[in-house]
């Protein structure tokens, strides 16, 4: 998409959400089985096109290198066949669930004979706004067509290749199932205005959803017009309990931050009781250290992390609060849970959050105490995804607490409205 000035840039924007409002009643009102044909030539079309997707990634993934792009964001934004599959697994799962459209809440019956309903509606024009993940193009193409939603994406021009050859192969799904091609748009413009005018387009967007790094978030957040459900930056922890089993402990340790340390639901810091830091920490340490990790450590850490002879720098104040996304971790020594959940109170983000023990009170109290999304008792953060919750793929992961929270499948798409039945009752 080629503009010349900041009018016509509103214009071509303006244009696609036109085309997007054309597309919201004949998805509203799409039946089940018409979306789910949708989902399952979109998953068709995606594998049919491979070669023509991953050669547009390819190129992004090459461009990104140049620029000199970190190597977690460059991680992000590859594809090859796995993922590829991984993206077309979570479309077919989307299929397989349930429609939440149309679902009763709530019924009520009232005395003077209304019959009122609380059923499950879309929520119209999503515009969804993110980064680096080609792949939450699909998921989020995917959530948005299952419920009957009209999205209107705005990937970063990092990924804009991959995301035109995404889209492309969305729009057979869309025209071979017989629904609008606009159901699902991709806004091609690198301009960062094009954000600000899509979160400001009362009466076009019925809601927006950022995806991507603090900054992203909290410029949507600040500047939008329109509602926002605000996905979060991932700042999460693993406390280990004095009552921990070492080789669970390390186990969780290890996945939560090594399995993939580019995504928001990996481990950045390690809370380690006291009571056991000397004869569990310099173990785990090691294991981690073997696998890349950094370790930033206070000084307690640090003094028996040295004393082991494992590697490790001392901490800074801005550790404690640094989403690293990368194999660096940050640790530190606390006396007892009240000091863990602390610590976490002060540097968290409100996402996913894990006590290791065997201790069912200190477990209770960790669970009950700890204001994020998602609390962990002896399992690892990284099964914070839509995916592994069963919800299929997934748009995001909500650290608010208005209406949705965790991650973000089908029924977190959806609001509600009465419907109201009567046979001529008046109010008196």
């Not at 019959?115 to 080609?134: L, N, S, T």
């Not at 999460?236 to 402990?249: G, I, L, S, T």
């Not at 499948?409 to 009567?422: N, P, Q």
Request: proline share 4%; charged share 25%; hydrophobic share 45%.
């Amino acid at each position: 998409m080629s503009v010349d000035t900041k009018a016509e840039l509103v214009e071509s924007v303006r244009a696609i959400l036109r085309g997007a409002q054309a597309a919201k009643r004949r998805m509203a009102t799409a039946p089940t089985r018409g979306k789910n044909e949708a989902l399952s030539h979109m998953a068709d079309a995606i594998w049919a096109r491979r070669s023509e997707i991953l050669a547009a990634n390819a190129a992004d993934v090459d461009a990104a290198r140049r620029e000199g792009q970190p190597a977690a964001r460059v991680d992000r934004l590859m594809l090859d066949e796995a993922r590829l599959q991984q993206i077309i697994e979570g479309v077919r799962e989307v299929e397989a669930l349930p429609d939440p459209v149309g679902e009763e809440v709530e019924r009520i019956l009232r005395p003077n004979g209304l019959d009122i309903r609380k059923v499950r509606v879309p929520m119209g024009v999503i515009a969804m706004i993110y980064e680096a993940r080609p792949n939450v193009t699909v998921d989020a193409a995917a959530l948005a067509v299952k419920t009957g939603n009209v999205a209107v994406l705005r990937g970063g021009s990092e990924a804009l290749r991959s995301n035109q050859a995404l889209v492309a192969a969305i729009h057979d799904g869309l025209r071979q199932a017989g629904l609008p091609e606009t159901a699902v748009s991709l806004v091609a413009h690198a301009d960062r205005d094009v954000v600000d005018v899509l979160i400001r387009a009362r009466g076009y967007v019925d809601l927006a959803i950022p995806r991507g790094g603090a900054g992203l978030i909290r410029r949507v957040v600040e500047n939008a017009s329109v509602p926002v459900i605000e996905t979060g930056v991932g700042n999460c922890h693993v406390y280990v309990d004095r009552a921990a089993n070492f080789e669970m402990a390390t186990r969780i340790v290890v996945n939560a931050k090594t399995q993939r340390p580019s995504v928001c639901n990996a481990a950045e810091t390690l809370l380690v009781h006291a009571e056991i830091a000397d004869a569990w920490l310099p173990d785990a340490a090691r294991v981690l250290v073997d696998r890349g990790v950094a370790l930033r450590a206070c000084p307690r850490a640090l003094e028996i992390l040295r004393g082991a002879g494992i590697p490790a720098e001392a901490a800074q104040e801005a550790d404690w609060a640094t989403e690293y996304l990368d194999l660096i971790l940050a640790v530190r020594v606390v006396d007892t849970l009240g000091d863990a959940i602390a610590h976490i109170d002060r540097y968290g983000t409100q996402h996913s959050e894990v006590i290791v023990t065997e201790d069912e009170g200190a477990a209770r109290e960790f669970l009950a105490s700890i204001d994020a999304a998602a609390v962990y008792h002896n399992a690892s953060s990284r099964f914070t995804d839509g995916f592994e919750f069963g919800f299929g793929a997934e748009i995001g992961i909500s650290t608010q607490k208005m209406h949705a929270r965790g991650p973000m499948g089908l029924r977190e798409l959806t609001s509600y409205k009465y419907v109201v039945c009567g046979h001529g009752q008046v109010r008196e």
